[in-house]
């Protein structure tokens, strides 16, 4: 009897377990490589920053404050599967530079931040094409060595990249423009350009860092 009982209530555990509800994916992120790197993350087919966001990124700020005039900010925007990889890649940068604006608001200067877009193309937790995945939609940001390269040097490593991508062919619209303001040593208008159109193209960036 007292068997039949045991096995009776183990059966009942059972299945009150395969009726529990699956847990909520967490939005936590994971503890970070080390004390100069934080992780943000999105509500879904969004770059506006949550409150959680815009608290790592203050700390962040704080951070980079502590490190001295010698630092360099890195921010990678990223995106979840759901959607078309163009999109994808444009919805990172988006992130990637409400990150910047944010970072930027607390303290650290523009030009110590260096902004990349990787689309869906470096998941956090993969999944198959089309999955929405909370853990995917985020900035990466890390605060380490000084960046090496000024502005101009950056824009013209940009335009060269372009150049090469372009083959024979010649640039235009507003790319041909921003081109020729690197040439003409005016980088500052330049360089939106032309990291839209290496990212929308899907050509890494030149490293700042």
Avoid at 43 to 51: A, F, K, M
Wanted: aromatic share 4%; glycine share 8%.
């Amino acid at each position: 009897m007292y068997m039949r009982l045991s096995a009776l209530t183990a059966t009942a555990l059972l299945l009150a377990a395969c009726g529990q509800p699956e847990p909520a994916p967490t939005t936590t992120a994971p503890p970070p490589a080390g004390a100069n790197s934080y992780m943000v993350f999105f509500d879904l087919n969004s770059s506006t920053l949550t409150p959680q966001a815009q608290t790592t990124l203050g700390q962040a700020a704080s951070t980079y404050k502590t490190a001295g005039g010698n630092a360099g900010v890195s921010v990678v925007g990223h995106a979840d599967r759901s959607g078309p990889d163009a999109y994808n890649m444009a919805l990172s940068l988006r992130r990637a530079n409400a990150a910047k604006d944010a970072l930027v608001r607390g303290g650290v200067p523009a030009t110590a931040i260096a902004v990349t877009a990787r689309g869906e193309s470096q998941p956090l937790v993969p999944t198959a094409d089309g999955v929405v995945e909370p853990q995917n939609r985020r900035d990466e940001i890390v605060i380490g060595k000084a960046v090496a390269r000024d502005d101009l040097a950056y824009c013209k490593a940009m335009s060269a990249s372009f150049r090469q991508y372009l083959g024979r062919q010649e640039p235009r619209g507003e790319v041909a423009q921003a081109m020729d303001q690197c040439d003409k040593g005016n980088a500052a208008e330049a360089i939106p350009v032309l990291e839209k159109a290496l990212t929308d193209a899907r050509i890494p960036l030149p490293a700042r860092m």
